[in-house]
């Protein structure tokens, strides 16, 4: 333990303690920009600086362990100046239209600004440069004019996720963070995930926004506006509204939409359970034959393009089942308008995902097996949030309503689907009835659940012994399939049968659609309510779910039937790894 | 000399990365390192592409731009500054019809500033290509120029 003084107040903290945490046990907040919880401090604002005594100059309280006898002062007047020096600058060579800008109060500069006390930008830097806004993707906006050169996107995209789309290009007062030869995010191997989004901390990086369609859409007569709901968006849309992170809001929600004139509030957790339908049988066709193993999940569609990109071996393992979102959007404009009578051209299938990928997955050309766009928009549950603000209504005053037939129905092994391991959980809790014709006792796989970055389990299906991996983030799903490759080159076939890949840390509760300022205490706690949701459902089942077995009894026959393959099953290419594109071929 | 034969020339090793690059420069016609020459330096070095672009823009010897086939480099360090770069490069402006990073219509010269050559002694200085001048006058500069038109 190291004994040290910060304010005159007596500290004893680990060995190691930084002394931006050592403070924080002290009682003092130091302001941070650049610092982020769930990232390695890069120390490149400065604005946590602090005086040491008896050491020249200041030091950076983020990477600064602190040492045995230090005098630590958080706010002197050095200090004091020192930071709103800073702030001025980086705001002199801001784009500091707030008002307009889509974090408006939820912006970390802004929030900084009004801490440190700035009420005059004394240095005018005429010779800002406007750059134009990056609109090249169909997930992701970029405005470098409001970047202000932390580095979070980047550790994020290079360190955490292995994507490496963004860098820093140039030099000195000519910095800029962005794709090479600026050729735009959607010109790049971006695999859409968002986590830079999630991270940074002011208004560089947002999702492209559907709203203004999806209004358009909902005060058209003429039109039929269907909308689902991925598991994730439950447990964070209460945050919208100022609720504990992590409040189950499933009822509210579905009452909040209805209130807001979607013509039908169906769920993505039907499909989810759908999934597993068509993914279980899938697994157990593969552990029968023994080709293609391991299986690979394939509902995390910035995990798709991170394989399409990166692992063009990995394409025979990846199960052909598509996404919830799109198994639902094919759904929604065949068997449910059948079944209602109403002509699929007038849908307009809405979803609300925790999502930026989905934008880009809902966008393939590939994704129209019902004849039709199978999704037309794609909201992200942040703009949902900001929509249901804008008509005037408040999650905290809503009725607990339920999604409606037929297409509506959730067991709780869908809606574990939005954290870590849930896929996996889900998979195994069918696939031990559809192998056995028993149902599994105990349906709480625990060593699929967590925060560990890949998980292990060996699950008993009456005598067969099935290995499974779970991996979140695309840094990790990089370290697992490495391993994967390396055993098949060696033994020509892998340890592990069956692997479920997320490529959000957190799995989808901590999607780059997910609100503002996210981060892993948050993730974990939103992930706790899922599994809390899922002990309180009646069936916990995927196979139980009576809409899902009425979808196949009058329309899509058995899982994996020629018409199940037409409507919810996909292929995947192979990607350049220099701008994401398609490869001839 | 293709990209093929520059690679092959240097283990795939990432210290090598400032060296397979300038090579690669070199090579090009037009004196830059363009988007393939970037994407074979990645593949080879095996890291990210957006990773090579990067290191490439940081350099001031690396351009990402088509170039003439001589790169002028005008010293502006201070020394030079007060024998009168800056006039020179007023001169340079005019004569050749470029803005500084530009390229003279016919392709011949590129026009950059660069800072010190360590040549304080002979300033102002230049560099044409690897070659260095020095005690420049807007009169020596054009005839080192027309010498060098001549000799293409």
Redesign the interface.
Known sequence: MIRATINNVEIEVPEGTTILWAAKKAGFTIPTLCNHPDLPPGGQCGICVVEIEGLPGLKRACMTPIGEGFKIKTHTPRIQATRRQLVELILSDHDTSCLTCVKNNNCELQQLAATVGINTVDYKNESRKKHPIDHSSVAIVRDPNKCILCGRCLTVCSQVQTVNALAVNHRGSETLISTAFDAGLGNSVCINCGQCVVHCPVGALYERSATEEVWEALHDPDKFVVVQEAPAVRVMLGEEFGMPVGTLVSGKMHAALRRMGFDAVLDTNFAADLTIMEEGTELISRLTSGKNLPLITSCSPGWIKFMETFFHDMIPHMSTAKSPQQMFGALAKTYYAKEKGIDPAKIVSVSIMPCTAKKFECLRPEMNASGYRDVDYVLTSREIGRMMREAGIDMNEMPDEHADPILGEYTGAATIFGATGGVMEAAVRSAYALVTGKELEDVEITPVRGLKGIKEAEIDIEGTKVKVAVAHSCGHARALLEKVQDQMRKDGKSEYQFIEVMACPGGCVGGGGQSWGSNMAKRARRGESLYAEDRSLPMRRSHENPEVQAAYEKFLEKPNSEKAHKLLHTHYFKRSAVDGKILPG | MDREAILKKFEPNLSNILYIMHDLQDNNPQRYLA?ED??VC?EYLNV???????VA??YTMFS?KPRGKNIIRLCESPPCHLMGARSLLDYLKTSLKVDVGGTTKDGVFTLETTSCLGACGVAPAMMLNDEMFGNLTAEKVDSILDQRRKEI
């Open positions: 988007k970037i994407e990645a990210p592409y957006s990773y090579v672009h990067s823009s940081f990402l």
